[in-house]
């Protein structure tokens, strides 16, 4: 990633000063050979004005012409029209009297305009060279051809192009060297994030990344450091889980193996203490019955979380039935169970009947578990705008401020030898609260004014009272 970004900055700045370098030298170039064209022309027509005569170039021409050119290496060249060579400022030339053809000459003297052209000269030198027609009466009667090198041009250009191309290797070792560095400051956060995703893949979740950098990295490592504390105590509860669970199953299994050993090891006993054991034996394996149908309920509410089976239930019936189901219980330790609905109907509620029966009949039972003998339990319904109100009512001991954030956690009790002897589990508030909230609903647990405690289950419904 660290090259990629380096190579790319390193890229893109090449090319952004290879295309400015090509105009650069295009603009400086064509600036360059247009002034010295224009220098030509401009000499080569005050030349040509001097010259009177194309026959007769006398000594004043030659002298003017000469002091025209002077300070200059630009050679001039008079010829007629017959291509033959007039006068010729080069006096170690041998070209008078001969015919000398050249581009900008021919160009001339066929279009009777002024000409340019670009050559190279036998030793590789650029040349430039302009032609101007001579005019008279009769026409073009010869023409006035300048012609010099441009060497220096051309070394000017060429010194430049050196001099942007140094400017370029600067420049890209300078932008290598910050986009390592940019490179290595973006890149050095990611690679915490990396150690420390392996350090939690190995079940280290103390371990946090670092909050610092731009803010897009910095909310990554908050949510990094936020998934480690979730696995943190995701695992913490999981040990707490198979802690539990284990100690759940250790007692009963304990009781039951102490039993059979009792049987064993008694010679000849006697068939009452047999039937008394069978029965402690049969009431352990109940406990154990009961604490793996929970368990199972609570797995299948952590799998499928979003798969409730929702239905149209008549949930005054079904708060009726419930009553019902539980009155022998009730009875059985001298409590009152009733119910005051203060609706009588209401339209059928989109619900999946059996976690809701569940979490009622678990609430119901263990109030009335805890409620001493001779007390009551009260099972209420109300409805509030697009609310229904399920509470349950007792007369029992309440439940400490303290202990109001735990009842709800799975295997907690309030008084834990007395859970073991009504048959409890710890486990029913927990699935009773999971599966209220899966139909989007709360469940709370307060102290009643006149003692006692109250659950108050709440649902959305979206219909009306009948």
Not at 222 to 243: G, I, P, T
Not at 340 to 350: K, Q, R, Y
Not at 374 to 399: C, F, H, M, Q, W
Request: net charge negative.
């Amino acid at each position: 990633m660290r090259f990629s970004m380096m190579a790319t900055y390193v890229a893109v700045i090449l090319i952004a000063l290879t295309l400015l370098s090509i105009y650069i030298l295009g603009i400086l170039s064509g600036n360059l050979y247009d002034s010295e064209k224009v220098k030509l022309f401009a000499k080569a027509n005050i030349i040509s004005d001097a010259v009177t005569s194309i026959t007769d170039i006398d000594e004043i021409t030659r002298f003017n012409i000469s002091q025209i050119l002077s300070g200059t290496d630009i050679r001039s060249i008079v010829v007629n029209g017959d291509y033959r060579v007039c006068f010729d400022t080069n006096s170690d030339s041998d070209l008078n009297g001969k015919i000398i053809v050249r581009e900008a000459i021919t160009k001339c003297m066929t279009n009777g305009e002024q000409a340019f052209a670009v050559t190279q000269s036998r030793n590789e030198t650029n040349m430039m060279s302009v032609a101007v027609p001579l005019i008279n009466e009769s026409g073009t009667s010869g023409s006035v051809y300048l012609v010099e090198s441009i060497s220096g041009i051309d070394s000017t250009i060429s010194n430049i192009r050196r001099n942007l191309v140094l400017f370029a290797v600067i420049i890209s070792i300078l932008v290598a060297m910050l986009s390592l560095s940019l490179s290595l400051m973006t890149t050095a956060p990611i690679d915490n994030f990396i150690a420390v995703a392996k350090e939690i893949s190995k079940g280290n979740f103390n371990i946090k990344a670092k909050e610092k950098g731009c803010s897009e990295l910095v909310e990554m490592a908050k949510a990094l450091n936020y998934m480690s504390s979730e696995l943190d105590d995701f695992e913490q509860n999981r040990k707490k889980f198979v802690s539990d669970v284990s100690h759940e199953l250790k007692t009963p299994l304990a009781t039951i193996k102490l039993i059979c050993d009792s049987i064993v090891t008694t010679e000849n006993p006697a068939p009452e203490m047999i039937q008394d054991f069978l029965g402690d034996l049969s009431d352990e394996v109940d406990r154990l019955t009961r604490l793996v149908e929970r368990l199972l309920t609570l797995t299948k509410m952590d799998a499928n979380q979003n798969a409730a089976k929702l239905t149209p239930v008549d949930f005054v019936v079904m708060l009726s039935a419930i009553v019902r189901k539980l009155t022998p219980n009730a009875e059985a330790k001298n409590i009152v169970l009733y119910q005051d609905f203060s609706v009588e109907s209401l339209n059928p509620m989109m619900l999946d009947y059996d976690k809701i029966w569940e979490a009622v009949y678990n609430v119901v039972d263990n109030a009335i578990k805890y409620t001493p003998e001779g007390g009551y339990v009260k099972l209420g319904l109300e409805l509030s705008g697009n609310t229904v109100y399920v509470r349950i009512a007792d007369n029992g001991p309440g439940i400490p401020d303290e202990e109001k954030e735990h009842i709800f956690e799975r295997f907690y009790r309030l008084d834990d030898s007395r859970a073991r002897d009504t048959g409890g589990t710890g486990l029913g508030l927990a699935i009773a609260r999971e599966a209220v909230m899966l139909h989007g609903g709360t469940l709370q647990a307060e102290n009643g004014a006149d003692g006692g405690s109250v659950f108050t289950i709440a649902l959305p419904y979206t219909g009306a009272a009948a």
